[in-house]
């Protein structure tokens, strides 16, 4: 497995049963903002046993295809599992079950810091106080 994959895998395993990231926000943990594709295009080719169904879109919308091993159909069974409520459309509400690496989780991801900062703006919880956490850097 080479160092991008871990990374991935790393992020994806850190995801706590019942809550969900994005595959922009994986990207962005790992150093990469714009490679959401690539994350989920990645994710189908690593064998080994990851919550890889804790991994979706930035819209809470379940988008799997292409994948000979898993379907939408299946992704949402396994979140329902986790007690994540999916409408019919496959969509989740991302601002509920949307789960936040905090400061000191991110500064050990050893990005430089203002890839932390950009973080901090666009992936955290909607109650966080940004001014405090940006203050830090």
Do not use: C
Request: net charge negative; aromatic share 10%; no cysteine.
């Amino acid at each position: 497995m080479n160092e991008y994959q871990q990374s991935i895998l790393t992020i994806v395993r850190g995801i706590p049963q019942g809550k969900v990231m994005s595959y922009g926000q994986v990207a962005a943990y790992i150093g990469r903002p714009k490679e959401a594709r690539e994350v989920g295009w990645t994710m189908q080719k690593i064998e080994a046993d990851f919550p890889w169904w804790r991994v979706l879109n930035n819209a809470g919308l379940i988008s799997i295809k292409d994948n000979p091993d898993a379907d939408a159909a299946m992704q949402r069974q396994l979140l329902e599992k986790e007690g994540i409520v999916v409408d019919d459309t496959f969509k989740l509400d991302m601002g509920t079950y949307r789960f936040y690496l905090d400061e000191a989780a991110l500064k050990n991801l050893h990005l430089d810091p203002t890839q932390i900062e950009s973080i901090l703006l666009k992936y955290q919880p909607p109650n966080a106080d940004k001014n405090i956490q940006l203050s830090l850097f």
